[in-house]
């Protein structure tokens, strides 16, 4: 995807959002929660394929910036009562951002110690800082703990999910096409070549994981505020692996790949309800055999997705 | 240009090397010979900063720049061509040679420095879109000097440029480093196992065995050493 090509996602999500906001109460409540889900998802999605596919690291503690990002903005928007709409919108917007900001600095904070590991050893510090995060929030009794906590306001409609979506996509894209942006990948592709090169790899792998975590932040933000309902469970391992499936299955480092992984994951429970226990075996095995028959990348058909 | 004092550089507990000196003259291409384990890549790594040394100074137009990180030393007009070339594989040969112009802001000089590039090797401008990880040995060994040489460097650090070339590309790649010193007057600093071809192109060596300096001199009078020759030329 190329930078034309995010601006005119951007605006075309953007104007469908706001159509559709407009006309959501004539839609099935169920389907509608469902396209939220895909939107919170392309975010945490898209987010983590910076980190994780254009960088070249591998983070498995996405779940743990989207619950920093969850609480603060629930917390924030609990403070207050029933709003006019223009207020209501000043309100979460701020909440979101907030929630992005906390979750970003929860980046800086695990990325700076971690930036020495690579691979294994960082798949594994940002594991337990991800549960380290959960286990906080469920001993934290100010916001429920392990009962969760309520979320007074069900603001997240289509046109704040998919705003936020298209701002992340954009913001990636942007960020990983421009000619500071072909760093993450030198970075991805030889540190020592890249360091070699003048660019400062440090740099590059904190700021993946700073914005990488804002966008998850913001994702978890809109979570809250469309269940109405967190707990902590809600933000565990199994919630970063599923992150991670999406970034791998897309493609690591293919935008348009992620995004239709992140799409098709969220459907794909949703389609198979109807043989119900079965239902998980059967995604199971669907996964295993999309990686068997494509290991590059669902939806990667040249060998580097998006290079242009 | 390049003063080294007494450089020492160990990884963790071992030394690799004990204190070499040795000095590189503006213009020159001057090369440092040795074989397997001498120390000569860590000799380069510790210049250019992917190394830290553990004593010593090492003085680049008078400055000392030992210790500082790799992309402060960069800034300075000191490029590496590492070891194994080192490229960046899934990138285009485009996008490789533009990273080596990562520091420059100027879209017309990385435009300029291309065209110069491309003008040395041909090669490169007709594989512009391919995938570095696709070229054949030689020509990712010319896009690792190309991407170097496009941050207009004034110090060429070559590390092995012949590895696992066939001896017609080592020509021709030896035949170039001569070219960019000559026409650009671009100081090369050149380590090398193939000590014949390196002692030939240059104009100052020094032999490295085992972490220290074991001779130096001009390449031609050292090429004529009988230890030299012995030891390093097969002779």
Redesign the interface.
Known sequence: MNIRHAKTFLLGALALGFLVSVAASHFNSYWLFITYDIAINVILAVSLNLINGYTGQFSLGHAGFMAVGAYTAAVITNQFGDLNPFAAGAVFSGALLAGGALAAGAGLLVGIPTLRLRGDYLAIVTLGFGEIIRVIFQNMQGVGGARGLSVAHGWTDFFWAFGAAAAAVYVVAALVHS?YG??F??V???E?????????PVRYKVTAFVVGAFFAGVAGGLYAHSKQFITPGGFNFMQSVSIVVMVILGGMGNTVGVILAAVLLTLLPEFLRPIAEYRMILYSLLLVVLMLARPQGLFTFR??GD?K | MLEIKNLQVSYGAIPALHGISLSVKAGSIVTLIGANGAGKTTALKAISGLLKPKTGEILYEGKNIAGLPPHHIVKLGLSHVPEGRMIFTNLTVLENLQLGAYLEKDRRVIRRELEHVFGLFPRLQERQPQLAGTLSGGEQQMLAIGRALMGRPRLLLLDEPSLGLAPLLIKTIFEKIVEINREQGLTVLLVEQNANLALEISHFGYVLETGRIALSGESASLRQNPQVQSAYLGG
């Open positions: 000619t072909r760093g990948l030198a991805r592709d030889d020592v070549a890249a360091s070699a090169m003048g660019i400062n060998k580097q290079a």
